[in-house]
C-alpha cells in the first residue's frame, strides 16, 4: 500500500441531488493512467470502497449504493481497462501488485485519514485480497469478498482437495467451468472479438438467467464489449499466480459471501480461508455470479452489519 496525501487529478461534477448524490473525480495511478473514481452517501460516515470485475464497470455496484447511501460513504471507481478509467494497452499494466496499488491510491484519494471497508467482486475481490494481504497495508478496515478467492490462494486450495479423497475431488470437478472461461479470456485475438461481436455480453445474460430464473440480463449491464481491454488482468496475472503462489495472510476482519448458484465460482472454492485471515467468516447467500446486480440488497445488509460490527469492536484506528 502507498503512502497517502499523493496530488490526485480532481475534476469533481454532481450527477444527481439528495442523498443519493454522486460525484466523479479522476485519481492518477503511480503510472500515470487515470481513474474515475465516484462517490455517493453520508461524507461523515465510514467509508465503503467496492471494486469490480471483469467484464463490469462501478455500475454493477449501483443497486448495492443505493442501498447503501443512506448509511454509509459509498465509493466505486472503474478498474483500469473499463468504464471511464485509463485503457493502458501493455499487459504488465494490469498485474495484480498495480491493480492494488490502484486501489491503495483511491484510498489515499478519497480517505485519508480514515481505513476503509473493501467489497470485492469477481476479478475486484481478487484485487482487494491482494491488497488486503499486503503486508505493508494499513488502510483497509475490513474486506467483504464476493465470488472472487484471493489467486495465491487457489494452488493451495487444490492442493487440500486432492488430498481430501472423493469429497474433495467433487469439489474440484465441481469448478470445471473456470478454467475453460478463463483460458479462453488469454486468447490474444478470440478473445477480443467476441467481446467486440456481443458474444460474450449474450453469454453472459444466459448464464443470469440460468443461475437465477430472471429474464435475461441487457448485454449493457456488462458492457463486454465497452471494457475488453480489462482482458489483459487475465493474461497478466493468472498463469504467474497459479504457478509461483505465494502464502499471503492477513489480519484484517474479512467476509465471504458465497452465492450458492454460483456456476462461474462454486462456493467450495471460496470459503476454505481460515488458513489465509485468522478473523473471518462466510455466509451463504441467495443468488448467481452477478449478486450485486440481482440481490444488491443481501449484499448491503451483509456489509452494512460487517461495517457497523468492525466500528463498534475495534473503532476506525486501523
Not at 459509498?74 to 478498474?79: E, L, Q, R, S
Not at 494481504?133 to 484471493?150: K, M, V
Not at 476454505?272 to 473471518?280: L, V
Amino acid at each position: 500500500m502507498t503512502p497517502p496525501n499523493r496530488p490526485a487529478h480532481r475534476s469533481v461534477h454532481p450527477e444527481g441531488a439528495g442523498e443519493g448524490v454522486l460525484t466523479t473525480r479522476f485519481v492518477h495511478a503511480s503510472d500515470g493512467v487515470p481513474l474515475a473514481v465516484h462517490e455517493r452517501g453520508n461524507p461523515d460516515a465510514p467509508t465503503v470502497l467496492c471494486v469490480h470485475g471483469f467484464p463490469d464497470d462501478h455500475r454493477v455496484w449501483d443497486g448495492v449504493a443505493d442501498e447503501l447511501a443512506s448509511t454509509v460513504r459509498v465509493v466505486t471507481f472503474d478498474v483500469r481497462g473499463s468504464g471511464a478509467s485509463g485503457h493502458p494497452r501493455r499487459i504488465r499494466d494490469y498485474r495484480l501488485d498495480q491493480l492494488a496499488d490502484d486501489i491503495g491510491r483511491v484510498i489515499d484519494a478519497v480517505s485519508p485519514g480514515r481505513p476503509v471497508h473493501l467489497v470485492g467482486h469477481d476479478w475486484g475481490s481478487v484485487q482487494a485480497w491482494h491488497a488486503t494481504t499486503d503486508p505493508e497495508q494499513h488502510r483497509i478496515a475490513s474486506l467483504t469478498s464476493i465470488s472472487g478467492p484471493c489467486l495465491d490462494h487457489v494452488p493451495y486450495w487444490i492442493r487440500s482437495r486432492l488430498a481430501a479423497g472423493p469429497q474433495g475431488w467433487k469439489d474440484l470437478l465441481g469448478q470445471w467451468k473456470s478454467p475453460l472461461y478463463m483460458g479462453f479470456f488469454q486468447i490474444p485475438l478470440a478473445a477480443p472479438l467476441a467481446c467486440r461481436l456481443g458474444l460474450v455480453d449474450a453469454t453472459i445474460a444466459l448464464a443470469a438467467h440460468f443461475e437465477t430464473g430472471a429474464r435475461p440480463a441487457d448485454a449493457s449491464a456488462h458492457r463486454a464489449r465497452a471494457n475488453r481491454g480489462a482482458l489483459r488482468i487475465y493474461t497478466a496475472n493468472l498463469l504467474p499466480r497459479l504457478l509461483r503462489p505465494q502464502q499471503r495472510t492477513t489480519e484484517v476482519p474479512v467476509q465471504v459471501l458465497a452465492p450458492r448458484r454460483d456456476i462461474f465460482i462454486t462456493p467450495a472454492s471460496q470459503v476454505d480461508i481460515g488458513r489465509w485471515a485468522i478473523n473471518s467468516r462466510v455466509h451463504s447467500v441467495d443468488g448467481g455470479h452477478w449478486i450485486p446486480l440481482f440481490n444488491p440488497t443481501a449484499v448491503a445488509d451483509h456489509v452494512r452489519s460487517f461495517v457497523s460490527e468492525d466500528a463498534n469492536s475495534i473503532g476506525e484506528t486501523r
